[in-house]
């Protein structure tokens, strides 16, 4: 929440600079304007015209990637892929030639062609490897400066203005999102670069060798019942039936292929995220003795993932069927098809060998998609997936610009106002009022306490204030120039040394060791100091007012002007509390506070409350009381209320 040094964001920035340099300087343009489904549609009927969008939802931001904002790159790798592919089916082309050749000699016994056609082979030979080998460089160099570029793009739009955060909040098909970035991004643009160098090599040696079985094969006349028949390029259309018949049949066999891809990716992100939960949680399992429900939920989604790898499998069994019993047959074909024209001498053996690799060749191209089908349902469903995310992400930014939903404005103070909040009302999003309209201005220094009863709207007033909770009304004003920092009730932890789980969200390098080892003194950690550089789970480690004391480390390192406390002293003693609200008083004197807190004590330490109370249409503000900080005789009254001993009663 609060802006870094200087120094920090350019050694932020360097950790992106292979993605942005691949990526380019992409700027996401505004996102598609949303479609509504035509009502008299079935439910079903538009469940299905919203997945048929998903796709083109995913191309319209995929194909930014051969754009003006794109990669500088991108046109220049598709088009040497391009040319090597012609290139590449040339050398097929020679390859066969030689084949008839070779086989004309020997059948020949012209043993000084066959030595011949023995050098001929090998140069032949090394060409078409060393392209293959240039081939799978230039498209894998496409799938990685696409996936990087598309990537850089998605996580700016996920992490800008918190939207990671409030996609947690908002309804939608946008579940697992990391695993959909990480994993479903990735097969979303390796695929299609495979599909099109597929395609296109398929294309582009169907229409060579079709010509070849043309030429060779000529036409067959066969007797049928007294009646001669003759058949015009038999061998083409031997190929392009066989073909047809393959694929036909895995279209069929392998109709439901995208939606059991779709829904074998889901149960694996959702069996990947309950281990998760399980480990980022898993201090107050232990604590709790919680094992046998979590191992209860694990099972039940290891039972969901393995159920849909059995329909897979089932998928895949039909598909190899037809796959393997195609690439089985398809060489023996041409030979039974050829064998009567070289019996009664019409072809040579070469000529036989030269139309039998054509015939396999061609059917190779035209049952590309019997081949390819798996995988391409497999794309199908990743694209889906985060297509998904990318329209959540849409209707954020939709929101931010207005449509819709209101949103919260926010702007500057005027005067020496350091915040104010004028009419402001707080909603879910889908317009339900959580907090009505509300007038607050806070003065520069002033210590503002937010009280009222759980459920009340008070953390969700801190975010809208923080900037995390953009719906609702009125609007939030900053003084210009202000840095926010705030404290939540759980700190975040990040991996790494201890040092840099202070620093956050700074870089460690922007303190010295020293400064970092003040701070946790300051706090009461000091038994620390000495593992500052040791990369531990802390996370972990870290009891849960260890990781609060921490937090007001970290707010002493930044030094910012408004500070936002919600429930951050909840797991500390009453006395650490006070200890750690003076030291505040103390580090910040001058610093505007913002707290939300459920304890009497805490108002020492402010100058003034606000109360909220629930109300229909949203929690109201019902006071705005002016404290008198009377410390040290609370404390007293204190004291003496739990020392007082209860005096002895008469014997009866």
């Not at 793009?153 to 695993?179: A, C, F, I, M, T």
Request: hydrophobic share 45%; net charge neutral.
């Amino acid at each position: 929440m609060s802006r870094p040094p200087a120094t920090s964001k350019s050694a932020r920035k360097s950790e992106f600079v292979e993605v942005a340099a691949e990526g380019g300087q992409h700027v996401e343009p505004p996102p598609p304007e949303l479609l509504e489904p035509d009502p008299e549609l079935t439910p079903e009927e538009a469940e299905q015209v919203r997945k048929d969008y998903l796709l083109t939802r995913f191309w319209i931001s995929a194909k930014g990637f051969w754009g003006k904002s794109g990669d500088r790159l991108a046109w220049i790798f598709s088009i040497g892929l391009l040319i090597l592919i012609v290139v590449n089916v040339g050398f097929q082309y020679g390859i066969n030639v030689w084949n008839r050749a070779i086989f004309d000699a020997i059948e020949k016994r012209d043993s000084a062609s066959v030595l011949y056609l023995t050098g001929v082979f090998f140069p032949l030979a090394i060409g078409s490897v060393l392209l293959g080998v240039i081939q799978v460089f230039t498209r894998m160099g496409i799938q990685r400066r696409w996936r990087a570029w598309l990537t850089n793009s998605v996580l700016s739009r996920w992490l800008s203005n918190g939207r990671y955060y409030q996609l947690n909040l908002v309804s939608g098909d946008h579940k697992n999102p990391e695993h959909r970035i990480a994993e479903d991004l990735r097969v979303a643009t390796d695929a299609p670069v495979d599909f099109a160098a597929g395609v296109t090599s398929a294309f582009l040696s169907a229409t060579t060798f079709i010509v070849v079985l043309w030429t060779i094969g000529g036409a067959l006349t066969v007797t049928v019942a007294g009646s001669t028949i003759t058949i015009p390029g038999f061998l083409v259309i031997a190929a392009v039936l066989y073909a047809a018949i393959a694929s036909g049949s895995i279209m069929t066999i392998g109709r439901s292929f995208v939606q059991v891809s779709e829904d074998k990716n889901q149960a694996e992100a959702e069996f990947r995220y309950t281990l998760i939960r399980v480990r980022e949680n898993g201090e107050s399992i232990a604590l709790l003795g919680g094992e046998e429900e979590e191992r209860d939920g694990i099972d039940k989604n290891f039972t969901k993932v393995l159920r849909q790898w059995a329909r897979l499998a089932g998928q895949h069994m039909r598909t190899t069927l037809v796959s393997q019993g195609s690439s089985l047959i398809a060489p023996v074909v041409p030979l039974l098809l050829c064998a009567p024209k070289f019996l009664d001498g019409s072809m040579s053996l070469g000529q036989v060998m030269q139309a039998a690799s054509a015939f396999t060749i061609v059917q190779s191209a035209f049952g590309w998609l019997v081949d390819n089908y798996p995988r391409l349902a497999d794309w199908n469903a990743c694209a889906r997936r985060i297509a998904s995310l990318m329209m959540s992400l849409d209707g954020l930014e939709r929101a931010e610009r207005g449509d819709g939903i209101g949103r919260i404005q926010r702007g500057e103070t005027e005067g020496e106002a350091m915040l104010s909040l004028n009419e402001l009302s707080v909603t879910l999003d889908d317009g339900t009022a959580v907090v009505g309209e509300a007038e607050v201005v806070i003065e520069s220094g002033e210590r503002l306490l937010v009280s009222g009863e759980s459920g009340t709207g008070k953390s969700t007033l801190v975010r809208a204030i923080a900037g995390l909770w953009p719906w609702g009304g009125g609007s939030i004003n900053f003084h210009p120039d202000r840095r926010l920092f705030m404290l939540p009730q759980k700190p975040y932890v990040p991996s790494g040394t201890l040092r840099r789980a202070v620093a956050y969200p700074g870089a460690a390098e922007d303190w010295t060791v020293e400064a970092i080892g003040e701070a946790l003194d300051k706090v009461g950690l000091g038994h620390l100091k000495e593992k500052i550089g040791e990369d531990a789970p802390w996370d972990q480690t870290l009891s849960g007012g260890e990781k609060q004391r921490l937090a007001f480390a970290r707010l002493f390192l930044h030094s910012p002007d408004i500070i936002v406390l919600d429930e951050a002293t909840s797991a500390l003693d009453e006395k650490s509390q006070d200890k750690m609200m003076e030291l505040m008083n103390q580090e910040l004197p001058n610093a505007t506070v913002v707290s939300v807190g459920h304890r009497a004590e805490l108002e020492a330490f402010h100058s003034r409350k606000i109360v909220l109370e629930r109300r229909k249409g949203g929690a109201k503000l019902v006071s705005d009381i002016d404290l008198i900080p009377r410390k040290g005789k609370r404390r007293l009254l204190g004291r003496f209320l739990r020392h007082r001993k209860p005096a002895p009663t008469a014997a009866a």
